[in-house]
T-cell receptor, first 112, second 114 residues
Framework: KQEVTQIPAALSVPEGENLVLNCSFT??????LQWFRQDPGKGLTSLLL?????REQTSGRLNASLDKSSGRSTLYIAASQPGDSATYLC???????????FGQGTELSVKP | DAGVIQSPRHEVTEMGQEVTLRCKPI?????LFWYRQTMMRGLELLIY????????DSGMPEDRFSAKMPNASFSTLKIQPSEPRDSAVYFC????????????FGNGTRLTVT
């Protein structure tokens, strides 16, 4: 059974700092790993999807990596901005059907 | 594209009342998911459909919960009768079938049962 864990639960950094968010999963036979952002009172927005055959994906200041052997994924945010403040969640499918298992999320606060 | 559309945005009801939440997925998506989010339990998958057919409803907490997808552009989640512990934010999400495409979420329905 796939389990997804995110540590820490909350993170506060000064503006401009580079930071890394961590995601761990128990079943290395994953199809993909997705990273989402959730703003207060909103739904989740898909940021990056890494296929199992890939090691990383980049979008602007975001870079997500995937290491299946160690059961880990990281989301790197470069030159953080106050607008990056949100909760970031990672998720992995439980099998082929599309059922996603979510981590509890990391609440990021970027201070001006 | 308007994205996944959920209604209502907020619902306040009294214990024992029937609640119906609605969802319109993104046109062309053939997988639809209902999630519930609470502070204590995070995001929980309640049920999901592929091509309008329920595939996995193991997350539906009790028989009081039911979901339907009569066509590719509409789904409902019904709670009857509602209880205070059902208070949560309910999200609908859609994607292309197979789990290898990004999942798109609606803005959710915040349900409060008093």
């Amino acid at each position: 059974k796939q389990e997804v864990t995110q540590i820490p639960a909350a993170l506060s950094v000064p503006e401009g700092e580079n930071l890394v968010l961590n995601c761990s999963f128990t079943d290395s036979a994953i199809y993909n790993l997705q990273w989402f952002r959730q703003d207060p009172g909103k739904g989740l927005t898909s940021l990056l999807l890494i296929q199992s055959s890939q090691r990383e994906q980049t979008s602007g200041r975001l870079n997500a990596s995937l290491d299946k052997s160690s059961g880990r994924s990281t989301l790197y945010i470069a030159a953080s901005q106050p607008g990056d403040s949100a909760t970031y969640l990672c998720a992995s499918p439980a099998g082929q059907g599309g059922k996603l298992i979510f981590g509890q999320g990391t609440e990021l606060s970027v201070k001006p | 594209d308007a994205g996944v559309i959920q209604s209502p945005r907020h619902e306040v009801t009294e214990m024992g009342q029937e609640v119906t939440l609605r969802c319109k997925p993104i046109s062309g998506h053939n997988s639809l998911f209902w999630y519930r989010q609470t502070m204590m339990r995070g995001l929980e998958l309640l049920i999901y459909f592929n091509n309008n057919v329920p595939i996995d409803d193991s997350g539906m907490p009790e028989d009081r919960f039911s979901a339907k997808m009569p066509n590719a552009s509409f789904s409902t989640l019904k709670i009857q009768p509602s209880e205070p512990r059902d208070s949560a934010v309910y999200f609908c999400a859609s994607s292309f079938y197979g789990g290898n495409s990004p999942l798109h979420f609606g803005n959710g329905t915040r349900l409060t049962v008093t």
